[in-house]
Nanobody
Framework: QVQLVESGGGLVQAGGSLRLSCAAS????????MGWFRQAPGKEREFVAA????????FYGDSVKGRFTISRNMAKNTMYLQMNSLKAEDTAVYYC???????????????WGQGTQVTVSS
């Protein structure tokens, strides 16, 4: 079983920054891709960013391009999301995801974390 544990969420003012982390653990964990989704109250889950674990290729949702950066530390099995120039509309629960086989911008990933709340005050 794979566990994904997010950390780093919190309250920040608009224009500020936060860095989320996602630590992956579990026997023989081997992800093809890891990423982030978010869900605001009353809205569907939205693709934020993803990284191909071995190659490092990155993908971003349109709403975060140029402001968010995804990265990973392969030795620590940890992924990060650096969020800059935060806006009130970035307020959501952010979920770490992983899949052993394929990348998708849809919410079809095998593994999901519990989520971490990010609140941006305007």
């Amino acid at each position: 079983q794979v566990q994904l544990v997010e950390s780093g969420g919190g309250l920040v003012q608009a224009g500020g920054s936060l860095r989320l982390s996602c630590a992956a653990s579990g026997r023989t964990f081997s992800a093809y891709v890891m990423g982030w989704f978010r869900q605001a109250p009353g809205k569907e889950r939205e693709f934020v960013a993803a990284i191909i674990w071995s190659a490092g290729n990155t993908f971003y949702g349109d709403s975060v391009k140029g402001r968010f950066t995804i990265s990973r530390n392969m030795a620590k099995n940890t992924m990060y999301l650096q969020m800059n120039s935060l806006k009130a509309e970035d307020t959501a629960v952010y979920y770490c995801v992983a899949d052993r086989k394929r990348f998708s911008m849809g919410a079809s990933y095998e593994y999901w974390g519990q989520g971490t709340q990010v609140t941006v005050s305007s």
